[in-house]
Structure formats: C-alpha cells, structure tokens
C-alpha cells in the first residue's frame, strides 16, 4: 500500500496546497478580523484537495484490475490524512482568541471539508469517472471562498460563522458542519466495503 500511494497520489499538488492552507489561516491569525474570509478559502481548498487524492489518469487500466476500488481508496488515505495533520497544527497554532474563541469549531470545519471531499470524489469515481478531484476542485475552491466573502443568507444559514456571529448561531454551524463530516463518513464506508466501478466490456473482434 505505501508504495501505491507514493506513485498514485498528487504530492505535488498536495505540497502546494498545504503550503497555501498554512499560509492563509497565518494571515487569519495576523489580522482575523479583516482577512476572516480567507478561512473560507482555506477550507475550501482542503475539500477539493482531498478530491484531488482519487484522481485516477489510467482509470481504464486500473479499474480492471483485480484490486477494487475499495483496496485503491484506502491506500490513497495518506493524503487526505496529511491534510487533516496540517489543518489540525495551523489551527492549533492560530490559537483561539484569532479564532474568536471556537478553535473547536473552526476545526471541525476543515475536518468535514476533507471528509466531503474523500467522499466526492470516492462517490464519483465508484461511477467510473477518472478525475472527479479537477472537477471538483474547480468548483469548491471559488465556491467556498465565494461564500466566505458573502455571507448569503447569514441569519438562516451559517455556514463560515464570523467574530460578531451570536453563539447561537456558531452552533447551528457546527451541527451542520457535523452533519456533513458524518455523510461523507457514510460514503467512504460504501467506497471501502468493496463498491466497485463497472469493469470496461471486452468487444471481441471475431
């Protein structure tokens, strides 16, 4: 398994993102009050991330082969882990007054976009798509960060809970944050109880 994940994940990709997580919830933590928004961006960037670590160029090849998806899912959990690591240490290090005062909560935002992630993309690829993380991605990052700087819906919808956000409404974020890290678990469970993708029919040329 480690030999697998060393040549099918994206570490590059990878590196570049936790370099960029490191590097907005630092700025977070400089000045949260101005630059909240980025921890948004932040979280979004976990989530797509993560998808990222399911891509499957030679999934026409792979997806062959005697090992099923749940076998290749589970051996690509190093990044998803390695995202979950470095979320957990720049939260820590942010500390909890620069998070106005729910470092838990904030935590477990990232914990959840990791989680849905793994989740999409595992879900997505079950159906035979090979790259469901650039897709998603593509979407989840502007997304989040989008959101993060809007605040749609603030009063009804709390999703990136800010510093004047009533501790009622930090609650109702955590329960939906939860809500969403308990789904995704619920889609790796079906991707790691062997879900398989269809194999590709063999036309014979007969």
Known sequence: MPGYAARA????RL?????????????????PWVLWPLEGAAVGLLAGASAWCFD???????????????WR????????LL??????AVVLHAGDEALFGHRDAVWLQGVAAVLAGAALAGWRRSRGEAMPGLVAAGV???????????????????????????????EVSVVGWSVLAAGAVGVL????SGLRVSRPRVVGGG
């Open 9 to 12: 994940l994206p570490w590059s």
């Open 15 to 31: 590196a570049l993102a936790v370099v960029l997580v490191a590097v907005l919830m630092e700025l977070v933590r400089w000045d």
């Open 56 to 70: 499957e160029p030679a999934a026409a090849v792979v997806d062959a082969s005697p090992r099923g998806l749940g």
């Open 73 to 80: 899912t589970l051996a690509r959990s190093p990044g998803p």
């Open 83 to 88: 995202l979950l690591g470095v979320w957990s």
């Open 140 to 170: 989840l990052v502007p997304v989040t960060t989008a959101w993060a700087v809007l605040r749609p819906a603030k009063d009804l919808l709390v999703v990136f809970p800010y510093g004047t956000t009533s501790l009622r409404g930090w």
């Open 189 to 192: 469970a079906l991707a790691l």
